[in-house]
């Protein structure tokens, strides 16, 4: 069941935001506002929770609250992976949430949080077990970043690539079950920390992963998760269908709905990261999702 929907994700890297296109935000600010208000039209108690940001930047939050984007949700997000991509070492959480509570008087999730395999599965392992231990009772929703290993087949979702380097392929090893089905040594921990702590996975369209997920989910102990739906694949023929079937599938489980992802013949330039070029067509689309998947009177309510 729907708990609460996220508005984008990490807007401040550049990833999955072309703030070239957009340098003080003030774009990605009017759309999020003209969103929230488009969903809260449909339901007005469903909880609007800023996309979780990376890097960890309270300046960004500060843009935020400046321009009243703050006054139209309910909680922020942080996305933090200080053992793989961050400039600050893990024992920093509890700091790094203080910092943007210092300037939002919101709720603060964290909405991804991850160690990969990539140089050691006997990383993960550790880095599990203290993360849960640095974060817990500190954010009302701790989300681990993720179930599943990419398949190496698939892109992951950054403008660089292999121009990246290792940072690139850490992508792919983010899971604490491996491309083939098979689990790391992390897994058998992960009920230890559930159900405080839940899972970030993102299902692409059509994602043969998605039953055996919930299956997973289910033995773990796991009772919310995050995950998306893509504005983008609107536009792909039978995309209602999967989008039914991906929230039929998860309707046991707590979700936080993202919605992100721009068409590329909707945004101002043809990237999945452009701000769209007519920002009330993201905002009926938020809408629509939650007519349809969150209707008012339908919500299980979200941590605050």
Same mark, same amino acid.
């Given at each position: 069941m729907i708990e609460a929907v996220m508005l984008w994700n990490e807007p +401040? +890297?550049?990833s999955h935001w072309d703030f070239q296109l957009d340098p003080e935000w003030t774009r990605f600010g009017d759309m999020v506002k003209r969103a929230a208000g488009a969903i809260a =039209?449909? +339901?007005? !108690?469903?909880?609007?929770?800023? /996309? &979780?940001? *990376?890097?960890? !930047?309270?300046? @960004?939050? /500060? +843009? $935020?609250?400046?321009? &009243?984007?703050?006054?139209?949700?309910?909680?922020?997000a942080v996305h933090g992976f200080p053992l793989d991509w961050n400039h600050w070492q893990l024992h920093e959480w509890p700091e790094k949430l203080k910092e943007i509570q210092a300037v939002t008087d919101l709720p603060v999730w964290v909405s991804e949080v991850g160690v990969s395999t990539f140089g050691a599965e006997e990383v993960q392992d550790w880095g599990l077990r203290r993360t849960a231990e640095l974060l817990s009772g500190r954010a009302p929703r701790i989300h681990w970043y993720s179930l599943f290993d990419l398949p190496r087949a698939w892109p992951a979702t950054t403008r660089h690539r292999e =121009?990246? /380097? *290792? *940072? %690139? %392929?850490?992508?792919?090893y983010m899971g604490l079950i491996r491309e083939d089905g098979t689990p790391k040594p992390a897994l058998r921990h992960f009920p230890e920390v559930a159900p405080?702590? /839940?899972?970030?996975? #993102? @299902?692409? @369209?059509?994602?043969?992963?998605?039953? !055996? =997920?919930?299956? #997973? $989910?289910?033995e773990l102990g796991v009772t919310y998760l995050r995950t998306g739906l893509s504005w983008a694949d609107v536009y792909r023929e039978g995309s209602l269908d999967w989008f039914d079937r991906q929230m039929e599938a998860l309707a046991e489980f707590k979700v936080t709905v993202t919605f992100c992802f721009t068409p590329e013949h909707r945004g101002i330039e043809p990237h999945h990261t452009s701000p769209p070029q007519d920002p009330d067509e993201f905002a009926a689309f938020c809408a629509a999702m939650v007519r349809r998947y969150a209707p008012a009177g339908a919500l299980v309510p979200a941590a605050r």
């Open positions: +401040n +890297n550049k =039209a449909v +339901n007005p !108690d469903l909880p609007k929770v800023l /996309g &979780g940001i *990376s890097p960890i !930047d309270p300046v @960004f939050i /500060g +843009n $935020m609250k400046t321009q &009243g984007v703050l006054d139209a949700l309910d909680a922020v =121009a990246e /380097g *290792s *940072s %690139y %392929y850490r992508h792919f405080e702590m /839940g899972l970030c996975q #993102w @299902f692409h @369209f059509q994602d043969h992963r998605l039953d !055996d =997920a919930v299956r #997973w $989910m289910r």
